[in-house]
DNA sequence: GCGTAGTACTACGAGCTGTCGAGCACGCAT
DNA sequence: ATGCGTGCTCGACAGCTCGTAGTACTACGC
């Protein structure tokens, strides 16, 4: 996939937040405390949709744009891309069950045996 | 922590298959196919050092790289950071855990009761 | 003393990211 | 119709990382 720099993961996470579309200006207006230029928002709006992560659409003459999926589903794909990179994933699995808390690991337990159910 | 390049990860992997520290001469051989010239291997192997990936030690008046990790915490660790990066870390995980193979899910399992066990 | 192996330092081009400016188009109020 | 505000597209540039390598210095064996 690839990773995404800061101002990209900032914007990102701004509509990753939001239930609806925004245009370029809105993103603008909620990043506001880094005090960008108009033009720096839609050029990494732009760049962020031409790589996929998200999609936009008309809006009079603006552009609304929303992410493309979801933060979680973002992160389960980096989660198995970087277990791809392994020889052994068996290995890699194992230390990963050892890394994460002991809630986490309840609510992995949970998820893998709702898998197992169906 | 920071992901890796292609050159990088190539020799990594070299290191990491490896089970005695290498000379950058011996990486070299090893990663003949490229044809690469000793200087590049000698800078890239610093450079993994530099980033905290090797270690060195002086075997009389050449170096000696070895991994500062198995590749299975580097994974490892390279997940747990993108977990970090979601807000709702169940739902990461949820979907993690669907995007993962029946075997490995098993493994996944197999390592969580262990843990429980502890 | 000289060649060889090995090191450290420096460099350069490509690609990615943050950051904008310039210039163009369209609609609304005067 | 005229101009201001809004928004777009293009192009640009600087900083950093990574692949790639040359050069210059050093120490050891013959």
Known sequence: MKGLGELERSIMDILWAQ???LTAREVGRLIADRDLA??????VLDRLTRKGFLHRTRDGRAWRYAPAATRDAYVA????EA???TGDRSAALTRFAQGVSGPEAEILR???TELEDE
């Open 19 to 21: 239930s609806t579309a």
């Open 38 to 43: 108009p033009t720096t928002v839609m050029t």
């Open 77 to 80: 794909e980096l989660m198995l």
């Open 83 to 85: 277990l791809d990179m």
């Open 110 to 112: 949970r998820a893998l």
